[in-house]
């Protein structure tokens, strides 16, 4: 990976870091979700006029990237509802990018080398201690380590059809204008369910609409362009390098507890996929 390719997605995963943080504080989850959705087809209905169309041959992958999007959607709320930012985040992040490096040799031929084995171990551990290190917190939160970790294996399955798809389009912009386009769906639920009251909480909380609207565009923007120079697997891990970020936020700003285990996990996964970026 190219120093400037590093650059974007470590930038990318600082802010993805930022908007789940805004998940987890907000009081109205459904408020901050769909303004992420919103400023993604925002995006879409601004970019498409003005980029070259995907090549037929990535729609698939832009069909099945969407179904993913749409679930992920509904297991990051039920994550955040149940567990802490810093147990679920790291969770969801962690296993994400061991499934990507399986889903990325099994669907595009990309294998990894024993140094990423080694780091997709670490980062096991890590996710383990994170859910599994009290039996007490296992029994409580039962229901936010099967969201999170059912959150990591959707991650799992955009990344790898994003990479692919991208790369199949010939038009990365292209690509990523129609897969921000299809988040309308989301959207139009979101206004459903609330019937007609969340136009007047994003006007009311506009500053934090937009905030979080341009930290989920900017953060899969990039990462889906960066898919597209180098390989899945490692840009994969090194976006989950916001674990840290995350986790930080959670125990320094939310007060979450117990600070050390999370904090120290955390950094374990972090080390896995940083070894994962470097042997691939």
Same mark, same amino acid.
């Given at each position: 990976?190219t120093p400037?390719?590093?650059?974007?997605?470590?930038?990318?995963?600082?802010?993805?870091?930022?908007?789940?943080?805004?998940?987890?504080?907000?009081?109205?989850?459904?408020?901050?979700?769909?303004?992420?959705?919103?400023?993604?087809?925002?995006?879409?209905?601004?970019?498409?006029?003005?980029?070259?169309?995907?090549?037929?041959?990535?729609?698939?992958?832009?069909?099945?990237?969407?179904?993913?999007?749409?679930?992920?959607?509904?297991?990051?709320?039920?994550?955040?509802?149940?567990?802490?930012?810093?147990?679920?985040?790291?969770?969801?992040r962690g296993?994400?990018?061991?499934?990507?490096?399986?889903?990325?040799?099994?669907?595009?031929?990309?294998?990894?080398?024993?140094?990423?084995?080694?780091?997709?171990?670490?980062?096991?551990?890590?996710?383990?201690?994170?859910?599994?290190?009290?039996?007490?917190?296992?029994?409580r939160n039962?229901?936010?380590?099967?969201?999170?970790?059912?959150?990591?294996?959707?991650?799992?399955?955009?990344?790898?059809?994003?990479?692919?798809?991208?790369?199949?389009? *010939?038009?990365?912009? *292209?690509?990523?204008?129609?897969?921000?386009?299809?988040?309308?769906?989301?959207?139009?639920?979101?206004?459903?369910?609330?019937?007609?009251?969340?136009?007047?909480?994003?006007?009311?909380?506009?500053?934090?609409?937009?905030?979080?609207?341009?930290?989920?565009?900017?953060?899969?923007?990039?990462?889906?362009?960066?898919?597209?120079?180098?390989?899945?697997?490692?840009?994969?891990?090194?976006?989950?390098?916001?674990?840290?970020?995350?986790?930080?936020?959670?125990?320094?700003?939310?007060?979450?507890?117990?600070?050390?285990?999370?904090?120290?996990?955390?950094?374990?996964?972090?080390?896995?996929?940083?070894?994962?970026?470097?042997?691939?």
């Amino acid at each position: 990976m190219t120093p400037e390719i590093t650059i974007m997605v470590l930038v990318a995963a600082l802010l993805h870091a930022m908007w789940n943080a805004l998940v987890k504080k907000a009081s109205d989850r459904l408020l901050v979700l769909s303004s992420v959705a919103l400023g993604q087809f925002i995006v879409g209905v601004v970019l498409i006029p003005f980029v070259r169309p995907p090549n037929p041959n990535s729609w698939p992958a832009i069909g099945v990237s969407c179904l993913f999007h749409y679930l992920y959607y509904v297991f990051l709320f039920q994550a955040y509802r149940f567990g802490d930012l810093s147990q679920a985040y790291p969770t969801a992040r962690g296993v994400a990018p061991i499934l990507v490096a399986i889903g990325a040799a099994v669907f595009g031929g990309e294998y990894l080398s024993t140094p990423s084995l080694c780091g997709v171990i670490l980062a096991s551990m890590g996710i383990a201690s994170i859910a599994w290190v009290q039996e007490a917190c296992v029994k409580r939160n039962r229901s936010a380590v099967f969201f999170a970790v059912g959150t990591g294996a959707i991650i799992a399955g955009y990344s790898v059809s994003d990479g692919i798809g991208v790369r199949l389009s *010939g038009s990365p912009f *292209g690509f990523i204008a129609w897969l921000f386009l299809f988040e309308c769906p989301v959207v139009i639920f979101a206004l459903v369910r609330r019937r007609g009251q969340l136009v007047f909480a994003w006007r009311s909380h506009w500053q934090g609409v937009i905030g979080t609207a341009i930290s989920s565009v900017l953060a899969y923007g990039i990462v889906i362009y960066a898919a597209n120079f180098a390989p899945i697997a490692a840009v994969s891990a090194l976006r989950e390098s916001s674990v840290i970020m995350a986790a930080l936020i959670g125990t320094l700003v939310f007060g979450e507890r117990p600070w050390q285990i999370r904090i120290a996990a955390a950094v374990l996964v972090a080390g896995g996929v940083a070894i994962i970026t470097m042997g691939t």
